[in-house]
């Protein structure tokens, strides 16, 4: 089958778009030399769908809520979110709040670790929702535990909505986070450092307002239009080179 499928490939000459640098590499990781032509075309979302969502957060004061998108899936990693509630409860003795989005196989198995802890009174699972702008206005950092992510298109959805990004390194991602700019990312599934940093940013109104703003400048250069104007500039240059 997959002989077939690069013979096909080869046929037409294709050039593979990659959403990510680092799908990139793989690309050419695993393709033959011959069919190795290859481009990054970032993915990209609606910001303005998710800007409208935003709401001054720098003066929060009562719960800290948290807020996660994914299908509960093993690389989507949500059974370390619950390692990190446990951490801010019970050894931070801070109000938290997460909210879990999607749904997935391993659901029931997350849920049956928040029960264990007794922490279901500060992790909701609200299952999938066409509504995610209105979770990510009532939020107040996004928090991501994926350790497999092309790229992460949640993460810009967020930023758009002035949400700084704490995270596992993915792979992908990488290219998103900009280091005490616009979120945290780790290389190592380290609960209590994670839960630290979440904690240190809430209690920093003053770091958390800057990053809040340029979150949101930031994931405006991955709005759709920006990607198809790209989009079409590819296209032209590969039509070029063929006529």
């Known amino acids: 089958e997959r002989h077939w499928i690069l013979k096909k490939y080869k046929a037409v000459d294709n050039t593979f778009l ?10 050419l990781r695993v393709l033959p030399p011959k069919l190795r032509k290859t481009k990054v075309l970032h993915n990209a979302v609606n910001t303005n769908q998710f800007a409208s969502a935003y709401r001054d957060r720098s003066h929060d004061k009562d719960i800290l809520k948290l807020v996660n998108v ?39 198995s997350v849920y049956a670790k928040a029960r264990k802890y007794n ?31 092309d790229f992460g298109l949640v993460l810009l959805e967020a930023m758009s909505a002035s949400l700084p990004v704490i995270c596992l390194d993915g792979g992908g991602n990488r290219e998103l986070i900009q280091e005490e700019k616009n979120g945290y990312i780790f290389e190592e599934q380290n609960a209590e450092a994670f839960a630290e940093r979440i904690a240190s940013l809430w209690l920093n109104k003053q770091l958390y307002k800057k990053m809040s703003d340029f979150a949101q400048k930031f994931a405006k250069q991955y709005d759709i239009k920006e990607y198809v104007d790209k989009l079409i500039d590819i296209y032209k240059e590969i039509i070029e080179k063929k006529e």
């Open 18 to 27: 990659a959403i990510s640098e680092d799908l990139e590499k793989y690309y």
């Open 70 to 108: 994914g299908s509960f899936s093993h690389k989507k990693n949500q059974q370390f979110l619950v390692d990190v509630v446990n951490i801010l409860v019970n050894q931070m003795n801070i109000s938290v709040s997460l909210k879990l989005l999607g749904d997935g196989e391993l659901k029931e």
């Open 119 to 149: 922490l279901l009174s500060y992790i909701s699972f609200e299952g999938k929702v066409n509504n995610v702008e209105e979770y990510l206005r009532n939020s107040y950092l996004y928090v991501h535990s994926a350790y497999i992510e």
